[in-house]
């Protein structure tokens, strides 16, 4: 019990002393100090967590919704490219028709136009020209120029203004084609 005695006495001698207060302000300042910014880095770690999860989860969700318009896309291309192959002939209005019930405006909404081309050599180019001519009168394949062959837009739906420019493009002269 003396010892305990003699602990309170020098504790008692510290308190009475001026500076005591003063440093056990700081320690209390400085401790409270490192809990915050525990506290904060604790926050932003978590925060970076969850803006990390959210933006894998809308990148994976912008992936396959890309992914799924590009099936329905192929599907769409492989569809025209079966009626094309079964048929003979397709007019304008029959290919009108064909890609109208594909309702391409409402369920595969970005796609400004399905469009037919077809490979021609030039020894058919007059032949194709008069052909097409036949519906449109100033179609040609563009750009000009003679070549062994053309794959040139054949026919285009919906017809519209900014599609018809679209017509006779020869896609062999196109780099990304």
Do not use: C
Not at 7 to 30: D, E, G, M, S
Not at 128 to 134: K, N, S, V
């Amino acid at each position: 019990m003396v010892k305990t005695g003699r602990h309170l006495r020098f504790i008692n001698k510290l308190i009475q002393h001026r500076f005591v207060p003063t440093v056990f302000a700081v320690i209390v300042l400085a401790v409270g100090l490192l809990i915050s910014i525990a506290l904060a880095q604790q926050i932003r770690l978590q925060q970076n967590e969850q803006i990390t999860a959210a933006l894998e989860f809308s990148a994976d969700s912008a992936l396959k919704n890309i992914q799924s318009l590009l099936e329905t896309y192929t599907v769409v291309m492989h569809g025209v490219q079966g009626y094309f192959r079964g048929s003979e002939y397709i007019d304008f209005d029959e290919y009108a028709e064909y890609v109208g019930s594909l309702e391409v405006e409402d369920r595969l909404p970005g796609v400004q136009a399905i469009n037919l081309a077809v490979k021609i050599r030039d020894e058919d180019k007059h032949k194709h020209l008069e052909e097409i001519r036949y519906w449109f009168s100033d179609y040609n394949i563009y750009p000009e120029g003679r070549r062994e062959s053309y794959v040139p837009i054949v026919r285009t739906e919906p017809l519209n203004d900014e599609n018809l420019k679209v017509l006779g493009l020869d896609l062999l002269t196109v780099p990304t084609a």
